[in-house]
């Protein structure tokens, strides 16, 4: 039995059934999971659990949580050897996004300097 979005289809001996019944657990128990997440993050707001500073360490850990349980529940992407071409495309995105963002705040930054 599979604890945490286990993916099925594909392995010998199972049928196109359990394959299925597979993956419907996988997609339930990653929509829960990220129902879960994002309702903690909600609450951590309206509550005003803690400081500001620990509210946004709270929020940041649950952020990184729910986009480990997309990529495993719902990309269905794991850390085998054979998936290492989906962790090469999952970097460069990240870095190219990374890029954009950054230039993105050097840009809205410089302008602030230039307006005060």
Known sequence: MH??????????????????R??????ATG????LALTAAAFAVVYFHLGSPATGF?????LGLVQVI???RCFLHMSLQRSARSDLTLVLFSTLI???MVGGTLVI?????????
Not at 22 to 27: M, R, V
């Open 69 to 71: 349980v997309h990529m």
């Open 57 to 61: 360490g709270i929020i940041l850990a």
């Open 31 to 34: 929509y829960i999971l990220a």
């Open 3 to 20: 604890l945490l979005c286990g993916v099925f289809a594909g392995v010998a001996g199972v049928t196109a059934f359990q394959a299925l």
């Open 97 to 99: 996004i990374a890029l």
């Open 22 to 27: 597979g993956d419907f657990i996988t997609y």
């Open 108 to 116: 809205l930054f410089n302008l602030r300097m230039r307006m005060m």
